[in-house]
């Protein structure tokens, strides 16, 4: 870090904030220095913060009423059938536009389609048969874990470059907090084949299927917000948007001197990353390592 960001350091290590108005506007100049391209969502922590991020899935419910209202609205105008389903699928569509990931979006632009589907063939099934895929669902996802991301596969290729930009000694642990079926453990080992790789589901299901999947990792269940993150040189996490303060906040009690925190897509919100990686598909590697420094 450049001499002019040391004052800086030294008040966030004495546990008080750093102000805006008190930080360097050539703080980020090492990483440029590194080739490390910063993007221009790092500048500021609100330019990825869509309006249907917050409070998810309560979001994703408000916008399948919008586009079953805009369905009635058109019924009521004397439209067709046809032309109200198409005026409801339009408004997902567009509504899923301000949604923060690619499976959200997904989410709320096929959620009217699927329930005007269901509607429309209730009777052909049994009406118990539309509880199968509420019970798998809250199978693979107890309720208490809705609050954490969704099922988020890393894409392979993600974590690119990152034991370069995060040197690991050979045997260091890593941990993947939320590993669902493995992917990000198999990017992990790609990118560390020699550290001591584990992973924490909660979903017992996807616990099971991703032991089988990454016999080169401890998987265990447990809550990743009550085990100890204390004993890793590097946590890494895909998480969503609202789970990343608390990330921030317990990686700074926890961590070690020069252990490392990384998570994809989303930043911590209050911290400077260290290192910021932009992988081919767009998603950045945000990379912090303690003790973690105040924005």
Sequence with gaps: MAASARPARAIASRGRRVPREAEDPQARAPLLSRGWRVPR???????????LSRGWPLPALLAWGLAWAAHAGMLALGASAWTAAGAGCASGALLSALAATRWRRLIVAAGFPVSLAGVTFAGVLPGWAWLAPMA????????????????????????????QAAPLAPGARIVDLGCGLGDGLRELRRAYPHAAI??????????????????DAAVSRA?????????????????????????????????????????????????????????????????????????
Excluded: N
């Design 41 to 51: 969502e790092a500048e500021d922590p609100q330019a990825r913060a869509p309006l």
């Design 136 to 163: 798998l669902l809250v199978l693979l996802y107890p309720l208490r874990s809705w609050r954490d991301a969704p099922f988020f596969p890393t894409p392979r290729g993600a974590l690119g470059g990152l034991a």
């Design 198 to 215: 584990s992973g924490i589901e909660w979903s017992w299901p996807l616990r099971w299927l991703c032991a089988l999947r990454c016999r």
């Design 223 to 295: 809550d990743i917000w009550r085990v100890d993150w204390s004993g890793h040189d590097l946590v890494y996490l895909f998480q969503r948007p609202e789970s990343m303060a608390r990330a921030a906040a317990k990686a700074t009690a926890e961590l070690r001197r020069g252990a490392w925190l990384a998570s994809l897509e989303f930043e911590a919100p209050g911290l400077r990353p260290q290192r910021v990686l932009e992988g081919a598909d767009g998603r950045c590697v945000w990379l912090y390592r303690a003790p973690f420094v105040a924005r």
